[in-house]
Every structure is written in C-alpha cells, then in structure tokens.
C-alpha cells in the first residue's frame, strides 16, 4: 500500500461505506441484506443439515425413546439414567479422562513444537518428514490392528530394543498386563496416528505467514527461536484452539485402541473402557438402541461445552472482516 | 541493531552447522525413526510367512517371492474382486473430494470475509456436527436413505462425502488469517464482482489451503468405513475398506480358530492389503505438497 503513487488518495470512501453499511444493516436494515453470501454458502447448508443435522436430530429423539417389539415410546430421561448408573460407566468416564489428561497436553505440544521445528528451515527434510509422520496415521482397520499387535509384543516388535529396558520382554508383557498403563499404551497409539495431520495442518499455516516479517525480524537479529515463540506462534493460535476443540471431542469418543485391546487380550480385556464402548455395547449387545443414543448425546453435550469454552474464551469468530 | 541483508545472508549460511540446527536435525531424525519404523517392519512383513513374522527378525528381509504367493491369495477371492473395490475407492473418494472442495470453500470464504446474518449461526453448527459422535448418525443416515430411495447406491456414498465440515472449518480459519481486507477491498473498489473476487483473487491465494482440504478430504473418504459398510449392500459396489475389512477380518489371521472363511488369509496377506489402501495415500500426499506449496499472499498486497 505505501507504493501507491503519490497523489492518489487511497480509498477510504469505499471502506467506510463498507463498514457503515455492515453497521446500518446491524442497526436499522435500512439496507437490504446482500443475497451472494447466502448462494456460496447455500450448497454447503444443504449437505450440512441433509447428513448432520436431520440425524442428528433424529439421534436425540432417539434417545428419548424406548422400543419394545418394534413400538416406539417415549420414557423420558430413562435411557439417561439406565447409561449413568450402569456399572461400567463411572469407570468408562474416568478412563477416559485420565486418557485426555495424558493425551491431550502431550499431542498439542509436540505438534506445535515439530511444526515449528519443521517450519524453521524449509526443505527436502522436513518435506519428507512430513509425510514420514503423516503416513502410520493413514492405515486403519484389519491391518492396523494387526500392524499395533505386533508392535505390542515385545519379541517380535520391531520396537523390541525399546521395549526391553523399558521392562517389556515377553510376549504378553503389554498385552496381558492388566489396566493400570493403558491410558499411556492408548495415547502412544493415538499420538502415532493423529499427530502427523496435524503437523500437516499446522504447517500449512506457517506457510502462509508472511515471509517480509520473517526477513525483517531475521535482519533485526531475531534468532529462529524468537522468530517461533513471537510471530509464528501467535498467528497461529485460531488453528492451535481448532486442533484442541477437535481433540477434546475425539478424545472423549475413544473407541477404536481401547477395542484393539480388548479384541487382542485374552486375560485383562474389557469391552467397556471407554464410553464409547460402553454406548455400542448397549446398540449392538443389549438391543438398546435408546440408550446407546443417550450416552451419544451425552457425548456430544460435553464436546460442545468444551468447545463454547474454548469459543468463548479466545473470541473465535472475530475477524478482521466481521 | 540492525544489519545488513548481506551480513545476515553470511549468518544463515554459516548456521548451517550450527549447534542449533544440529539438534534439530537430531530431533527430527528421532521422530522419523519413531514413525518410520513401523513403516519398514509392514513394507517387509509380506515378503515374510506368517510364520517367519514370529520367528525372523522384525526387520528381516524375506523374499520376493512371498509378496507375489501373498497377492495371488489377495486376488483369489471372487475373480480378484480386490481390483474393483480399489476403483471404486477411486471414483467415490476422487468424486466426493470435488463435492466436497466445491461446496466447502465458497462456504467457508463467505462466513471470514462478510458478516451476513447466520454468520454464526453457520459456523457454530458446523462444529458441532464435526462434535457429534459419527457412531449415533449412523441409524438415521441409513434410515434417511431408506426413505429417500437411495439405499446400495453409488450416490449414498458420494453425497455424504461431499459433505465435510472439517474441510470448511479449516478454510474459514485460514481466509479469515490470512486473507487481507486490503485486498478484497482494492478489488472492489475496481468494480471486481463477488464471484469474480472469488474466483480470481480469493482461491488463488489460498492454494495451499486447498491442496490440504483436498488432500485430507480424499483421505477420509478413501479411509471411510462405517457409511459405506451401512448403506451398501452390493459387494460389487464396495470400496476397499468395507471389502477388506470382509474378506480379512474373517479370516485366520485376525481370528485364530474363529474364522468363518478358509481363504489362505494370514497374516502377510492382510498387511499386504494394509500396503496397498496406504499407497495411493501416499501419492496424493506427494502430488498435493508439490502442486499447492507455498501460498502467494506474500506480493499480493503491494
């Protein structure tokens, strides 16, 4: 902007027609209300409500039905309470909990700090290390969990070396060993998955910081280090708040390591560590349907508290247009 | 203290072997072992037999010749059925992915650049429905087909794909960060439309974001299991997860003494699978880094 030639006014009329405008239509609509947002945002709108919202909504009103040879009812909070009381489920929510509580600080953290350490030098290297962390997370189902069976038994683990001094040396060690290290062998397991998208999604973040800030700072004689903490950091915290509102939830609906487990161990297994085991155990084993549901919406109620926190607190949606 | 570009140039150049770059190509290193390791020990697993994964080394080369015995037992299964569900992948993710990039960032533009009313609104539900636990949609969304006729088609699968939330988050986050009024501004003052703004100034500049919302798009599709399990039911219409997951999870490598099949399905046959879904992965990840690095926001102000 400071190169306009000179004695060309800039345009303020135009942007403070813009911004009276937005403040009019707030205020009096005098103005009619533009129609082209609504068009780009009309296809998306369409999908969001026909494969989120609609089922969604129908899964709560499931959840405040009983069925009883093929006759709806509706009971209420029953469901709700036959889900808190029922003997697993305290434990299910403290497990999971104790998971986050390992899981959550650990993931945020190393991300932010391996996609800045990548960001520190683009190149070949951290190109090709991108997609080395990215990779273990894009294989799931039967070759997944036969791929982490092996890797938790420590005689014909490729991770075996690391395993041993670790206390780990027959082959039932991990596997057979009983519950008190599974929120530690679960967030290992969801680290080494989850990690590597969002090192991509963060990285593609840095990248489109400006690079004339970066050399000025460089030439100021701000170290990479500096450089990290001051100008990357900051510009990234709207991805950083997005990436813990998403890992809260997934957090909370763990399912498929700690049903890894229990399919993989013959002695210490449970099919109802985490809540979300406990909800399909009501959907596919007691027929509950109406239940299973409760313990979604459940779910989802704690999602989204958390993530209103999180809105909340950093003033998510201000931009610099709105 | 400032100094001259030169000097700072000789400085970058000399850092090259310092301390701290040092440490951190050890920290990098460390982490590429962790990831990588696991990687090497599955792309040697087929050239071994099920036996020899227990007893060889872990990261032991078998032979080749192996991987060829296990493929061939991969394809007996209905006429090498393991080919059409790896097109069919192909066209519901490649297909699903434009739906997705299509609907998802005009949507996502719109609500960071112009305050609309449902603005919020918009923004809030579609957090939620990435909040919402994907096992209790699962009835509905079959039951919705149902009703709509399109039970066991191609178009159960690919709707829903088109459909991604995360995707349009992510653009929102990324135009209203680095997108600058200033811009947009100067366009219109020149008498730019909005879709022209759009089209011409507003995607070229978020290349880098659309290379990543395609490419994780594509992932989740190619990766998604429980849609297209639920509402197909015409084994030829499978994709490869919901046909992989048929034919291994029945089989003696997964389930000693249970399996329901007495196809010779062990345990290099189901990580050979695992290679072949993870493959095509990594070649768009490939292609999406070459073609949409580095966005060009930089100059584009001046």
């Not at chain 1, 306009?4 to 403070?16: D, F, V």
């Not at chain 1, 701000?222 to 813990?244: F, G, H, T």
């Amino acid at each position: 902007m400071a190169d306009e030639p000179a004695g060309r006014a800039p345009a303020p009329g135009l942007s403070q027609a813009l911004s009276a405008s937005a403040a009019a239509q707030t205020r009096h609509r005098r103005r009619p209300v533009p129609l082209w947002p609504y068009l780009f945002a009309l296809p998306y709108t369409i999908l969001l409500v026909l494969f989120a919202l609609a089922p969604a909504a129908y899964g709560i009103v499931l959840s405040v039905l009983r069925n009883s040879n093929g006759v709806n009812t509706f009971v209420g909070i029953q469901n709700y309470i036959e889900a808190i009381t029922f003997f697993a489920f305290p434990s299910a929510l403290l497990h999971v909990l104790e998971y986050l509580g390992v899981w959550l600080p650990t993931l945020i953290i190393l991300v932010l700090f391996l996609s800045l350490l990548l960001h520190a030098r683009p190149g070949p290297i951290a190109s090709t290390a991108k997609v080395i962390y990215y990779l273990p997370g894009a294989l799931t189902g039967s070759p997944s969990a036969l791929l982490w069976i092996f890797l938790l038994t420590p005689i014909v683990s490729p991770f075996g070396l690391l395993l041993h001094p670790l206390g780990f040396v027959h082959p039932a060690d991990i596997l057979e060993s009983g519950y008190h290290h599974l929120p530690f062998v679960f967030a290992i397991q969801a680290f080494f998955t989850g990690a590597g998208g969002w090192i991509l999604v963060l990285y593609g973040a840095l990248e489109s910081v400006s690079q004339e800030i970066l050399e000025a700072a460089a030439i100021d004689g701000c170290s990479a280090i500096q450089q990290a903490m001051l100008i990357k950091l900051p510009l990234m915290s709207k991805y950083v708040y997005y990436m813990l509102i998403l890992s809260f939830a997934s957090g909370m609906q763990l399912f498929v390591e700690p049903q890894l487990f229990n399919a993989a161990s013959t002695v210490y297994s449970s099919n109802v560590w985490s809540l979300n085991q406990v909800a399909l155990r009501f959907a596919f084993y007691f027929a509950k349907f109406g239940v299973a549901a409760a313990i979604a919406v459940i779910l989802l109620i704690l999602g989204v508290i958390a993530a209103f926190i999180i809105l909340r607190w950093t003033d998510f949606y201000s931009t610099d247009f709105t | 203290m400032i100094q001259s570009p030169s000097k700072s140039h000789s400085a970058q150049r000399q850092g090259a072997v310092s301390l701290g770059n040092i440490v951190r190509l050890l920290v990098i290193v460390f982490f590429v072992v962790f990831f990588a390791v696991p990687l090497i020990w599955l792309l040697l697993a087929p050239t071994k037999t099920h036996d020899q994964l227990q007893t060889l080394p872990p990261l032991s080369f078998g032979t080749l010749a192996h991987v060829i015995t296990a493929w061939q037992h991969l394809t007996t299964f209905n006429n090498a059925e393991i080919l059409v569900w790896l097109r069919n992948s192909v066209v519901y993710s490649v297909v699903g992915d434009f739906l997705a990039l299509a609907t998802g960032l005009p949507a996502g533009y719109v609500m960071a650049t112009t305050a609309f009313p449902g603005r919020k609104l918009l923004l809030n539900l579609t957090l939620v429905a990435m909040i919402v636990p994907g096992a209790a949609l699962v009835l509905p969304l079959f039951l919705e087909f149902h009703d709509l006729h399109l039970l066991n088609t191609v178009w159960a699968v690919i709707l829903p794909f088109g459909f991604y939330p995360f995707g349009t988050f992510l653009a929102y986050i990324y135009y209203s960060t680095s997108l600058e009024k200033g811009i947009l501004d100067a366009a219109r003052v020149d008498g730019c439309g909005e879709v022209r703004l759009f089209w011409d100034i507003g995607l070229p500049l978020s290349r880098n974001i659309i290379g990543l919302v395609a490419f994780f798009s594509f992932v989740g599709n190619w990766n998604n299991y429980f849609l297209p399990f639920v509402v197909l039911t015409n084994d030829q219409r499978y994709p490869l997860t919901v046909g992989l997951e048929d034919l291994l999870s029945n089989s003696a490598a997964i389930n000693p003494g249970a399996q329901s099949n007495f196809l010779p399905i062990y345990a290099p046959e189901v990580l050979l699978a695992g290679i072949v879904t993870i493959i095509p992965i990594m070649i768009v990840l490939l292609l999406s880094q070459r073609l949409f690095a580095r966005g060009i926001l930089a100059g584009a102000i001046k």
